[in-house]
């Protein structure tokens, strides 16, 4: 299994929160005591994140400068694909299926999985890479998020993640000004003409929102500026239903 993290986080969350370090795993019956340590005690450490996506099967790949085959995580083409999804398309577009989740090079999958082992991946909210006779593709695109919640799809919190980051940046000049109303209504009034360009029916590779509704209020106490976003994101079409009836 792949996952999108970064090894700092991993040892600090993983290993010092368990009172490991990496220097002491330093035999495979040391490994296998931390393993059962960390496994025993799994429900502090549950993946439940809205921004972190997990990547199935390692896949075997051939490399054009060593002339060696070598094995890589499935993360080095996850992250080639919402690159090239990124650019191509836009952030919230979904990185899945047999176009956008495809893998152009070579592979061979540590395995394949069949219809039942799919679903189940599914379930637990791991993306897997199918091989079928038409290519190899990342088949969906979860998040690690458990809730039930539009954010258990990648596109919809990367688009979050999106206006967590871009929306601060459209009122900065408005930062230490004088809070009345006046630069209120101007802070509200930005944040929703931004949002405009990503209601359905716009332009289609904008087409984020089904609908959105905004608030803008200046908090005196705490001297802050609070902006209250409800969206409604469009989901992605995740199956297809045939249905014939023969007379």
């Not at 700092?8 to 393993?35: C, D, M, Q």
Request: aromatic letters at 14%.
């Amino acid at each position: 299994i792949g996952v999108c993290w970064d090894q700092v986080e991993l040892e600090r969350y993983w290993f010092k929160k368990h009172g490991y370090t990496v220097e002491e795993i330093n035999s495979y019956a040391k490994l296998k005591e931390v393993a059962e340590d960390i496994t025993a005690r799994k429900e502090e450490v549950t993946w439940n994140s809205w921004n972190t996506m997990i990547y199935t099967q390692y896949r075997r790949i051939f490399d054009d400068y060593t002339g060696r085959y070598f094995w890589i995580s499935p993360v080095y083409h996850a992250i080639q694909r919402h690159l090239y999804c990124d650019s191509n398309y836009f952030i919230a577009e979904p990185v899945a299926g047999i176009e956008k989740g495809n893998i152009e090079e070579a592979i061979t999958l540590a395995y394949k999985g069949n219809h039942t082992e799919r679903g189940d991946l599914g379930d637990v909210e791991l993306n897997l890479t199918i091989d079928e006779p038409d290519g190899k593709y990342i088949h969906t695109q979860f998040t690690a998020w458990k809730q039930y919640s539009a954010l258990k799809r990648g596109h919809i919190a990367k688009f979050i993640a999106y206006l967590k980051k871009n929306i601060p940046t459209l009122l900065k000049d408005i930062l230490h000004r004088k809070g009345t109303n006046y630069w209120v209504s101007q802070a509200n009034t930005r944040v929703n003409s931004f949002l405009s360009k990503f209601l359905e029916g716009t332009t289609e590779r904008y087409s984020v929102l089904r609908s959105f509704s905004c608030s803008v209020t200046f908090d005196d106490a705490s001297s802050t500026l609070d902006v209250y976003l409800t969206v409604t994101p469009i989901r992605s079409i995740e199956k297809i239903r045939v249905t014939i009836a023969v007379a």
